[in-house]
């Protein structure tokens, strides 16, 4: 571990950073320092609360993202959309490029648009002119428990021959499994938002399937596990599946409580079908799965649960097993 930097700056204690950040917390030697901040105090609060008897590295609580990038040798950020990533790096006096940024090494896991990752990115280099610090996109996969199991998938914007990424992976795997090279400045992003859009309609297609085949009189288990030896298999289905009490533990069998919220999937669906028209690339589903996706994130009985709730948007039957 002794290539592991000592001092680290966090931004971001939502859904996925909150334990994102534990995760690391627990995982880094005790000779390393955790500075976090986070714009809601009360979420720092919970967070040192939560970790108080984890026995690592000290964590110590600032006050911007300025303070949290001065003392840290690695800055990682991970807020919801781009006009926060640009307000953690680039607010006058308070955003991480108003401290001395020499030879650092920072790193947004947010899910946001390329062209803004690629102008923060700009922005981190220029910092500096004779210590560039390092800036590299690396959004994730695997929702609020893949964070807190420590299994995520990070997509990260860099080639296997950089000279950084095996630092990289070695802070990664200290919260995820798997830790993709993509290629380049931005491209983790390009991944991220292609898996996104591919895994929301494989939820909403889904979704569609066991309504039609439950109306039909189909078992929902019966159904879900013909599904996973047929060419309908995936991992929507096999993990979380959207009918309430065919995965038990998953967030679509507790009310669709928790999760990857819908809201967030609109959101990335919204920047992928964007990134789309940017670069010409033909989406037939594209505008029936943001429909669906945005009206689900709008409706009273399904805004701010997890985003398989589109199937109750369709009107699928729901067995009561809620809690």
């Not at 650092?104 to 560039?132: Q, W, Y």
């Not at 297609?205 to 047929?230: H, I, Q």
């Not at 967030?264 to 505008?287: N, S």
Request: one cysteine or more; proline letters at 6%; aromatic letters at 6%.
């Amino acid at each position: 571990m002794s290539d592991l930097p000592k001092t680290f700056g966090w931004v971001g204690l939502g859904a996925m950073g909150f334990p994102m950040a534990g995760r690391l917390l627990k995982n880094l030697p005790t000779s390393c320092e955790l500075f976090i901040y986070d714009v809601d105090a009360a979420a720092v609060q919970k967070f040192i609360a939560s970790n108080a008897n984890v026995g690592g590295p000290t964590i110590t609580t600032v006050s911007s993202s300025r303070e949290a990038a001065e003392h840290a040798e690695c800055f990682i950020s991970i807020v919801p959309e781009g006009s926060h990533v640009k307000s953690v790096y680039l607010t006058p006096e308070r955003g991480a490029l108003a401290a001395d940024t020499a030879g650092k090494l920072f790193i947004d896991c947010s899910t946001i648009d390329p062209g803004t990752s690629l102008e923060v990115g700009r922005a981190v280099v220029a910092s500096h002119l004779t210590n560039p610090p390092r800036f590299y996109d690396a959004p994730v996969s695997g929702g609020t428990l893949g964070a807190e199991k420590g299994t995520l998938t990070f997509m990260v914007g860099a080639s296997e021959s950089d000279p950084s990424f095996p630092l990289l992976q070695r802070i990664f795997s200290c919260m995820g499994t798997s830790i993709h090279p993509i290629g380049g400045p931005s491209l983790g992003l390009a991944a991220k938002l292609s898996n996104n859009y591919l895994s929301g309609m494989i939820a909403l297609a889904t979704s569609e399937a066991m309504n039609l085949g439950m109306r039909l009189g189909v078992d929902p288990k019966v159904l879900s596990n013909c599904f996973n030896t047929s060419s309908g298999g995936n991992w929507v289905n096999s993990t979380c599946n959207p009918v309430p009490g065919v995965c038990p533990d998953a967030v679509t069998s507790k009310g669709y409580k928790g999760g990857f919220k819908v809201n967030l999937m609109k959101k990335d669906m919204t920047l992928a079908v964007q990134a789309a028209q940017e670069v010409g690339a033909k989406l037939v589903l594209a505008d029936a799965g943001l429909g669906a996706y945005t009206a689900a994130s709008e409706d009273p009985n399904c805004k701010d649960r997890d985003s398989r709730v589109v199937y109750r948007w369709l009107g699928g039957v729901e067995p009561d097993v809620h809690t």
